[in-house]
């Protein structure tokens, strides 16, 4: 018998299960049906003990309706926690990081760009001792746009922190559960959950996945969530903008100070002349566009900074589906 019950695991539950499957749901009812109809297979293929855990982030169409009826389906091993508005899709997954029973947790995108079958391989790495496999996608089913944007954040990422990734956009990833209880304890916010975990683990790896486009609908990511996901990630993890914009900053003072001398020498020396007139214009809307591009960087460690120091709850729970802790 399947009940509805809200919350009835702590954060730090034991790891009572081989396996959680972690997905966030945004708007995804044209994927779904397909999702299920292979990933239960994969999974009840596996012979370890299992748990699928959905977290509906506010989807406007029929998702919830449809993992409602995945649930009464297979309630012994689905579970689903309804949020009563979209937070993203780490925070999705975050709220299913803080109720996993696993002792190994995969996380998967329901869009089915992640195969569910390349699940397998990934637990092959986790039984070798790895805690923390990310999957590399082999020939990306992306726009253009996405694959060199991923290239040139992976770049930034590579100079500015110490986090070794060749596919940081990929979500199909596993986990140990002290890496996720790690990660859950870290109360972060704004994260960009692949590179948290892999700052966590012992001992990581990657393994080559394939790549398939979106079964339907359209990617939830628009231009802008996209640059704040990957400011986050950058912000999050390293001060080094700060740093390297300070340096900047420097080089640029003194360059003006050196034609400033100039300047004074030649007004001193020479008398008032307009010429070179446009060039100094040319040079002040450079350092008032430096002076910006800083604005705007301490902004972002700041605004970031003030939703930590406020501490508002991060996402809000309207309900979970799942058996009784005790059945
Ligand atoms: N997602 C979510 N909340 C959001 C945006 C996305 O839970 O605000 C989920 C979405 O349903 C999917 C996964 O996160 O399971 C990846 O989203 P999407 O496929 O839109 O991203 P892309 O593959 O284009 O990076
Ligand atoms: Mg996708």
């Not at 986050?232 to 640029?252: E, H, K, R, V, Y």
């Not at 050196?258 to 008032?272: C, E, Q, S, T």
Request: proline fraction near 4%; include cysteine; charge should be neutral.
């Amino acid at each position: 018998m399947s009940t509805t019950s809200s919350l009835t695991h702590s954060p730090f539950a034991p790891a009572i299960i081989d396996v959680s499957v972690v997905i966030p749901v945004y708007n995804e009812q044209g994927n779904l049906p397909l999702l299920f109809q292979r990933l239960y297979p994969v999974l009840d293929n596996l012979g370890r003990s299992y748990e699928v855990i959905f977290t509906n982030d506010g989807s406007a169409d029929s998702s919830i309706e449809l993992l409602t009826a995945q649930f009464n389906a297979r309630p012994d091993v689905t579970r689903v926690i309804d949020f009563n508005g979209n937070y993203g899709q780490h925070m999705a997954i975050m709220a299913a990081f803080e109720r996993v029973r696993g002792k190994v947790i995969v996380t998967l995108d329901a869009d089915l760009q992640n195969p569910p079958e390349e699940i397998p391989k990934l637990l092959e790495k986790t039984d070798a001792g790895y805690d923390c496999v990310g999957g590399a996608r082999q020939n990306r089913q992306d726009t253009i746009f996405r694959r060199y944007a991923s290239k040139l954040v992976n770049f930034v990422r590579k100079r500015s922190t110490n986090i070794e990734m060749s596919d940081q956009g990929c979500m199909l990833r596993a986990y140990s559960c002290a890496v996720v209880e790690g990660i859950v304890r870290s109360g972060a916010i704004n994260t960009f959950i692949p590179a948290l975990a892999y700052t966590l683990a012992k001992k990581p790896t990657e393994v080559p996945v394939r790549h398939e486009e979106r079964h339907a609908g359209v990617s939830n990511y628009s231009i802008g969530k996209l640059i704040r996901l990957n400011f986050d990630l950058i912000t999050a993890f390293t001060i080094s903008p700060l740093q390297w914009f300070t340096t900047f900053a420097l080089a640029c003072s003194g360059g003006s100070l050196f034609l400033v001398l100039v300047l004074a020498f030649r007004r001193i020396f020479l008398g008032a002349e307009a010429e070179g007139l446009f060039t100094l214009f040319g040079v002040l809307f450079f350092l008032i566009s430096v002076c910006m591009v800083g604005i705007g960087l301490i902004g972002e460690y700041v605004g970031r900074t003030y939703q930590v120091v406020r501490g508002r709850t991060r996402y809000q729970v309207n309900r979970v589906l799942e058996k009784d802790a005790q059945e």
